[in-house]
Structure formats: C-alpha cells, structure tokens
C-alpha cells in the first residue's frame, strides 16, 4: 500500500472538511441548516450497497509437511469479478452514540486448467488439471461510535470495531478435493467524520485498520484497512441515496494458512431511516 499517498488524500480530506462548514456558513441566509440535518434525525438506520470490485485475493493452506503455495484467486482458479451487496445497520440511542453492524458476504466460483503445478491443503495439483473452485469470504462488523465533536451541520467521532472473518476455499479435480478454512475476529480502531456540503448532502470518511505482528503470536498475524468515502443525499429525513468509494486490504496468517485480499471501488446505495 502506498502510505504516502492516503496520506496526502487525508491531509485533502480534512482541508475541506474544514472548509466546507465555513462555505456552508456564509451561504446560510439563503438556504438555512435545520437542526439537526434531515440526515441526522433518526434512531434507526438501515442502508444496502452494491458493489463490482476487481478480486484481488491470494491464499495458500499448508498440510502434510508441505508448504503451501499462494494462489491467486484469479489467474489460478479462474475466479471471476462478480457484483456484491453489502447491509449496513445503525442503532443510535443517543444523538453522540451509535451502535453499527455490517455484513457483506462474497461468493465466487470459477473453472479453469491449471498452468502451473502448485500445492494446497498438502495435495499437489499439476499442470492443464482441470479444478472447480468455490470461494467463500464473508466479513460481519460490529462496532461502537462515539461522536465527541458534534454541532447541526458536522460531527466528527471514533469508532471501537470486532471484525468477523470467515474464510472457506474448495478446490475439486479429477483427483481430488480440497478445503480450507479461517475465521477469526479482528479488532480494529477508527475515526469518522461527517459534514453537510448543504442541508440536504453530506459527505462522510470512515477509516479503521489493525496489525497485528508475529511478535505477538507466530502462528497468529494479522492486518486490516478499510476506507470507505461517501456521499448521501437525503430525499427527506426517511430516505436516501448513496454513492461511495471503498478500499479493502486484509492479510492473514493462521497457523497453516495464509491469505490476503485487496479490494476497491466505486458502490452504490440506499439508506431508510427512522
């Protein structure tokens, strides 16, 4: 990953979410803030994205006293690009304090001849086999927010998040079949920010990562990063429409298996609140 470069998007960021409330200020005798936004009036949120990222994933599984190989998901297995939705859930019992869930299931299969000899799961698959795979990798937040800096048209907060990784990869050839799986959670931290560009239009940054090293635990290491920037436009106080971008990138090493995955893109969506 490219630090500099999130680096100098956040410096952007954070200029023009400072700018912005002042721009919104100046021009507030013609269209006035209510209080709070349209946006923010509400204890129960329930939003649904679609997302087409390209797959980025390697995984490798060692058994047998044979080192796994990293696979690529899609140059080895054919796996191809699908659409994926994702549900979002905000219970908010208090104007600073939000309780969100999140579940976005990722399905893929794929056939192809293999055009390189590798090893998984201790079975070693050779040249022009032809393979049916079926991958699974399902993620579910939970998470706490708490929004210390609040006013009608802003809010800025952290967030404390468990995020549940469940991984399952099966691999059928003429001479056999094999899985793996991994599940583990994964705490991170984060911090949110929100702004209203006018009364009825908000943008909204939400960063959380971990790592975990080996320092900790050899046979247990981690590292998660999530981005996500959107926009939302409120119809009214109950309804409205998204449009965002994310980037996902997750590493793992669970005793004998490993795995990363990167993601990014453009999504769409609508959010119902109450």
């Known amino acids: 990953m490219n630090w500099t470069r999130w680096?100098?998007?956040?410096?952007?960021?954070?200029?023009?979410?400072?700018?912005?409330?002042?721009?919104?200020?100046?021009?507030?005798?013609?269209?006035?803030?209510?209080?709070?936004?349209?946006?923010?009036?509400?204890?129960?949120?329930?939003?649904?994205?679609?997302?087409?990222?390209?797959l980025g994933l390697k995984v490798a599984s060692e058994s047998l006293g044979l080192v796994g190989t990293s696979i690529d998901a899609v140059i080895d297995l054919g796996l191809e690009r699908k659409t994926l939705g994702e549900l979002r859930v905000v219970v908010r019992p208090a104007k600073k304090h939000k309780i969100r869930f999140s579940y976005l299931p990722m399905r893929y299969s794929g056939q192809s001849a293999l055009h390189r000899e590798f090893i998984f799961n201790g079975q070693r698959f050779g040249l022009n086999l032809p393979l049916t795979t079926e991958l699974e990798w399902n993620t579910m937040l939970l998470a706490y927010e708490y929004d210390f800096l609040y006013k009608d048209n802003w809010f800025v907060g952290f967030t404390l998040n468990s995020k549940f990784t469940?991984?399952?990869?099966?691999?059928?050839?003429?001479?056999?079949?094999?899985?793996?799986?991994?599940?583990?959670?994964?705490?991170?931290?984060?911090?949110?920010?929100?702004?209203?560009?006018?009364?009825?239009?908000?943008v909204t940054a939400d960063i959380s990562g971990i790592k975990i090293p080996d320092s900790i635990n050899e046979s247990y290491r981690a590292h998660y990063f999530d981005f996500d920037l959107y926009g939302t436009v409120n119809i009214n106080r109950y309804v409205g429409a998204q449009v965002g971008y994310r980037r996902i990138d997750v590493g793992y090493h669970f005793k004998l298996d490993d795995g990363t995955f990167q993601m990014k893109g453009l999504y769409f969506g609508g959010v119902v609140r109450y």
């Open 7 to 54: 680096t100098i998007s956040g410096g952007c960021f954070v200029y023009i979410f400072l700018l912005l409330p002042g721009m919104a200020h100046a021009q507030s005798s013609a269209v006035p803030f209510s209080d709070p936004a349209p946006g923010e009036n509400y204890h129960f949120e329930v939003s649904g994205n679609l997302w087409n990222p390209p």
């Open 166 to 202: 469940n991984t399952k990869v099966n691999i059928a050839s003429p001479i056999g079949t094999e899985f793996a799986t991994a599940q583990a959670p994964v705490p991170t931290i984060g911090g949110v920010a929100r702004v209203y560009v006018v009364p009825n239009v908000s």
